[in-house]
């Protein structure tokens, strides 16, 4: 998958999850300051993300996750 393909399917998971417009969504965009997630809504995102994309997020790696490029910059690692 691409960068944007990967960033079309995180952009539509974070609008369904949270009160934000798809145009709010941005690479930059930071999941709590700038788009509202609260710690129930990033685990949430996090199984989304692990049913979407059939992989299975390591804990360790949400800590250095802020902002919707890093989640796009994860999965594509994750899945190849």
Known sequence: ???????????E??????P???EQ???????VE????D???VMILVFDLEREFD?????DALAGVHTVDDIVKYL???VG
């Open 34 to 37: 700038d788009l509202g997630a």
């Open 55 to 59: 992989i299975q997020v390591d804990n």
């Open 20 to 22: 934000v417009t798809i």
């Open 76 to 78: 594509e690692k994750a």
């Open 25 to 31: 969504v941005k690479p930059e965009s930071r999941l």
């Open 13 to 18: 998971l974070i609008v369904a999850q949270l």
């Open 39 to 41: 710690s129930a809504n």
């Open 1 to 11: 998958m691409t960068y944007n393909e990967i960033f079309d399917k995180v952009a």
